[in-house]
């Protein structure tokens, strides 16, 4: 009789990967960072278990948006009291806050739930070329989705 094979945790290699987010485009990026945390790319994946890699994300603030993405996406979050809905264009997103942007596309891909909550501690986004990561000793991930 065989039987399915569910990876310990100890069995689990952790790597660290960074990706240069300049001039890629947001969701393409998203997706290829939503699989490595979540440990697709590797033969060990298990839905219900944590078998992914960190991932590092610098230059978000040169991530591209197709269209007219800039002006037409809309971002909404809710204070909780009644009429507290707040919006925000993803053109106003980019100059206050660029990380969220590409923070957002990615939580958006993971589970709902506490494994989802539990993958994104280990993505990291920065909006500049420069991490404090360096120790980790991070691999480059290549992503594809650049636009020409």
Do not use: C
Request: hydrophobic residues 35%; charged residues 25%.
């Amino acid at each position: 009789m065989m039987k399915t094979y569910s990876p310990k945790s100890a069995d689990i290699q952790r790597q660290w990967f960074v990706v240069d987010a300049a001039g890629l485009t947001l969701g393409r990026l998203a997706t290829q960072v939503a699989m490595t945390l979540r440990g697709k790319h590797k033969p060990m994946y298990t839905p219900h278990a944590d078998t992914g890699d960190f991932v590092i994300v610098v230059n978000a603030d040169k991530v591209v948006l197709t269209g007219r993405k800039e002006d037409q996406k809309v971002y909404y979050r809710h204070s909780g009291y009644p009429g507290g809905i707040k919006e925000i264009t993803a053109g106003k997103l980019r100059q206050r806050f660029p990380e969220r942007l590409v923070e957002n596309a990615v939580r958006g891909m993971l589970p709902k739930n506490s494994l989802g909550r539990q993958l994104y501690r280990k993505l990291k986004v920065y909006a500049g070329p420069d991490h404090p990561h360096q120790s980790q000793q991070p691999a480059p991930l290549e992503v594809g989705g650049a636009r020409a």
